[in-house]
C-alpha cells in the first residue's frame, strides 16, 4: 500500500526547560514521513526547501526509503524556519517566530504517479493549500487532516471546506474548543462531527486522545512517558502512527482503527523522548511492538 505525506519541511529552533537547539531537523511532513516509514515502504513525501536544507537531512529520509519526487528544492531560496518554546510544565509552547521563506510560495504539485495513493495525509499546512492537494487525488481509501490554532484563527472558512471532504480530522482539545467555541470536548466533537468527517480525533496531550466515529467512542490514554525531553513534532507522528497502521494492515473496521490510535500514541510517546526528530531516526520494530503490547497491557481492565 501507500502512504502519500503533503506538510511542512522545516528547520526549528527548540528551546525547552533543558535545552536550545537552532535549525534542528523539523516540519509536519518530515515527522510524519519518518514515522509512516517504520510501517509501510511507499512513503511520497510532497514538501518545498531551500538551497540550505542540509543534505544529511535529504541522506536520513532517503535512508528511510522515503519517496522525494515531490520534494521541490528551490535554489537560491531559503527553508522555512519555525521558532518554539515549552514552558516549565511542557504543557505550553510558545511560537517564538515563523518564517515561511519559500514556504511563502509554496504550491504543492502531486506528481502524476502519486496520486492514486492509498492514503493520504495533509499535515499542517495552511488550508488552501491542502484543498489544492485534495483537487489532485484520486479517490485514496482515506484522508487524514491535521491543522493548527493559526489557521482556525486566520482561515477559518477553508479550513471548513477542507474538513468537509476529509475522512479523519485529527486536532487537540484546545483546536477543537477554538473551532466550535465550546468548552465541553463531547459536545464540541458533536458539533465537528457535524462539518463532515467521517472520524474525529482529539488529542488531549499527556491525557491521551479521544475517537468519534458515528455513535461509538474511543478512549486511550498517553503512554505515560518518564523523560519528556522535546514534544515537538508529537502531533504530528501521532497521525503517521495512525494512518500507517491502517495502511499496512488494511483494514478499516473500528477495532483496527482503534488499534490504530494506540499505534499513534506509541509512536508519539518516542517523538518526545529526544530533540527534534533524533528518537525516530533509529527506532526498531521490536521497540515499537514491545511499547504496543505495554500499551495494551497498561489499558486492559
Ligand atoms: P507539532 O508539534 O506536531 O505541532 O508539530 C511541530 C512542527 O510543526 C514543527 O517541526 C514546525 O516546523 C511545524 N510548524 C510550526 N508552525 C507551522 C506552520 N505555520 N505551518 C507549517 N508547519 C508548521
Known amino acids: 500500500m501507500s502512504l502519500l505525506v503533503v506538510g511542512s519541511v522545516a528547520l526549528d529552533t527548540l528551546e525547552t526547560p533543558f535545552d536550545k537547539m537552532d535549525d534542528a531537523l523539523g516540519g509536519s511532513a518530515t515527522y510524519i514521513s519518518i514515522t509512516s516509514s517504520y510501517f509501510t515502504s511507499s512513503v511520497y513525501m510532497?514538501?518545498?526547501?531551500?538551497?540550505?536544507?542540509?543534505?544529511a537531512h535529504i541522506d536520513l529520509l532517503k535512508s528511510k526509503k522515503v519517496d522525494l519526487e515531490g520534494l521541490q528544492i528551490i535554489e537560491g531560496g531559503k527553508t522555512f524556519r519555525w521558532g518554539g518554546k515549552y514552558l516549565d510544565d511542557f504543557n505550553q509552547r510558545e511560537t517564538l517566530f515563523t518564517h515561511l521563506n519559500v514556504f511563502e510560495h509554496f504550491d504543492p504539485v502531486i506528481p502524476e504517479s502519486k496520486r492514486n495513493a492509498d492514503f493520504v495525509i495533509l499535515g499542517n499546512i495552511h488550508p488552501g493549500l491542502q484543498m489544492n492537494v485534495l483537487n489532485q487525488i484520486n479517490n485514496p481509501k482515506m484522508i487524514v487532516c491535521d491543522t493548527m490554532n493559526l489557521w482556525i484563527n486566520i482561515a477559518l472558512e477553508e479550513l471548513k471546506e477542507v474538513i468537509k471532504r476529509v475522512d479523519v480530522l485529527i486536532i487537540n482539545d484546545e483546536e477543537a474548543k477554538m473551532l466550535t467555541g465550546d468548552n465541553n470536548l463531547i459536545r464540541a466533537a458533536d458539533q465537528i462531527m457535524e462539518m463532515g468527517p467521517k472520524y474525529l480525533i482529539i488529542k488531549k496531550g499527556e491525557h491521551g486522545a479521544m475517537m468519534f466515529h458515528e455513535d461509538k467512542v474511543f478512549s486511550a490514554p498517553a503512554f505515560p512517558v518518564k523523560n519528556l525531553y522535546d514534544p515537538t513534532g508529537a502531533g504530528?507522528?501521532?497521525?503517521?502512527?495512525?494512518?500507517?497502521?491502517?495502511?499496512?494492515?488494511?483494514?478499516?473496521?473500528?477495532?483496527?482503527?482503534?488499534?490504530?490510535?494506540?499505534?499513534?500514541?506509541?509512536?508519539?510517546?518516542?517523538?518526545v523522548e529526544k530533540f527534534s526528530t533524533k528518537r525516530i531516526e533509529n527506532l526498531s520494530n521490536k521497540e515499537i511492538e514491545e511499547r504496543y503490547n505495554k500499551f495494551v497491557e497498561l489499558s486492559r481492565f
Do not use: I, R
Open 46 to 55: 510532497v514538501g518545498v526547501v531551500g538551497e540550505d536544507f542540509d543534505k
Open 236 to 271: 504530528d507522528t501521532f497521525a503517521a502512527g495512525f494512518t500507517a497502521w491502517l495502511d499496512k494492515t488494511n483494514d478499516l473496521g473500528f477495532d483496527n482503527m482503534k488499534k490504530a490510535v494506540v499505534y499513534g500514541s506509541v509512536m508519539a510517546s518516542f517523538t
